[in-house]
């Protein structure tokens, strides 16, 4: 939130998915035996991780839209195993509400002409199409009492619109000849996911880009995509019957009797953890990233700041030890003693200019980078 409070909301939220059938990873599968992509997680999750540094690095260098001024993002694991990234961007516009057209040369929600455009056409098809649901598939995963729980199909609009509470309505227009087939339905605009097609045409792959400016949705995002791992329940049993014979005699009848089962007692609450999510551990790849870095500010009160020793310290040594009174919040009022520019920031707006330095316990000026104080 450090990041919001000093460029306001953020501006685009993109949801970044890998593609198995990417031509890196097909090409080296073909050369190495030719198993098929999810037997080599390790091979997904390296090129998923090439793939979207670059990304990054496009978004950065506004080679798809403007530069970005702060971004965040966090990797997250679907189920069937395929890394996904979730990306904040902010582009400097937060203070505003965004006109239509501005919307409109970032985002669109229509399938192209498929005779002006077929490469485009052919990848808002297989990668930018929710579905089938609804009336066309009522089983889908993502209906729920007969109803989508994605909000497809949504309304057709002729120009893109923007509520009083900021959430944009892309524009949907009707156009019976730009419509495709997928799993039997005939699909139109109301069934396409917001897209960037340079963004398609580039990485060839599912990524969803939403405009998020103005809107009530900005803690969910946050919340969204620091949400914590998936989880799966087991159980391990015997069965939920058991013999009984009667002592009396050897030749008794037996009867079954149905054991009564403790569900609370019985069950394991365990960390889902899929082969990618492994190897991507394994490899030490980030889970999580944010610029311009924030770094968190101590408060505490006289003399109770927090030391942390090992088992094996001399606690007498340790709390005689030079320098140990000093703390960032201490030595902050020290050089607010010293620097008359400093007496004009307030504490959390010091990192922006002046940096800790922890083997000498003072703050020196900042030279180069920038850094966000969170109290």
């Given at each position: ?6 460029f306001?909301n ?14 890196e990873?097909?090409?080296h ?19 998923f ?13 506004g080679?798809?839209?403007?530069p970005?001024?702060a ?8 189920k069937?195993g395929?890394p996904h990234?979730h990306?904040?961007l ?8 965004p ?14 002409n498929?005779?002006?455009?077929p ?18 598939n ?6 729920e ?19 009083k509470?900021?959430?944009v ?26 897209h960037?097609?340079?963004?398609l045409?580039k990485y060839?792959a ?6 998020c ?9 946050f919340?969204?995509i620091?949400?914590g ?30 054991m009564?089962?403790n ?15 492994s190897?991507w551990?394994?490899?030490a ?10 770094e968190?500010l101590i408060?505490?009160l ?11 310290d ?10 140990i ?10 050089l ?7 007496r ?16 000498a ?9 920038k ?5």
């Open positions: 939130m450090a990041i919001c409070r000093e306001g953020p501006d685009l939220f993109i949801t970044m998915t890998a593609n198995p059938n990417w031509s990873i097909k090409e599968l073909q050369k190495c035996g030719g198993d098929s992509p999810n037997d080599r997680p390790d091979i997904e999750c390296r090129v991780k090439m793939k979207l540094d670059q990304l990054l690095k496009d978004f950065k260098a080679t798809f839209f403007k970005y001024k971004a965040l993002h966090r990797i997250e694991f679907q069937r395929l990234a990306i904040l902010w582009l400097g516009n937060s203070t505003r509400t006109s239509a057209e501005e919307v409109d040369e970032i985002i669109s929600a229509e399938l192209p498929k005779e002006e455009d490469a485009a056409y052919d990848l808002v098809t297989k990668h930018m199409i929710h579905g089938p649901c609804g009336h066309f009522p089983k889908s995963p993502c209906m009492n007969n109803v989508c729980t994605k909000k497809y199909p949504r309304p057709n609009n002729d120009n893109t619109s923007i509520d509470s900021g959430y309505l892309y524009r949907r227009r009707r156009n019976k000849d730009t419509c495709t087939v997928k799993a039997g339905a005939v699909l139109d605009n109301t069934f396409v996911v917001p960037n097609i340079k963004l045409k060839e599912h990524i969803n880009v939403e405009w400016n103005r809107t009530s949705a900005v803690k969910y995002l919340k969204y620091t949400k791992v998936d989880r799966a329940t087991a159980v391990i049993e015997k069965g939920n019957t058991a013999t009984t014979s009667d002592a009396t005699g050897s030749g008794g009848s037996k009867e079954k009797v149905l009564q089962r569900e609370i007692q019985d069950y394991i609450e365990a960390r889902y953890l899929s082969a990618c999510e190897m551990r394994t490899f790849f980030h889970i999580h990233k944010r610029k311009p870095s924030v968190k408060i505490h006289e003399g109770k700041h927090n030391i942390t020793v090992k088992s094996t001399n606690l007498g040594r340790v709390i005689h030890k030079p320098g009174e000093k703390t960032m919040f201490t030595e902050w009022m020290v607010c003693r010293r620097s008359a520019f400093a004009t920031l307030t504490y959390v707006q010091i990192p922006e200019y002046f940096v800790w330095n922890n083997s316990k003072m703050w020196t000026e900042r030279k180069r980078g850094t966000i104080g969170e109290s």
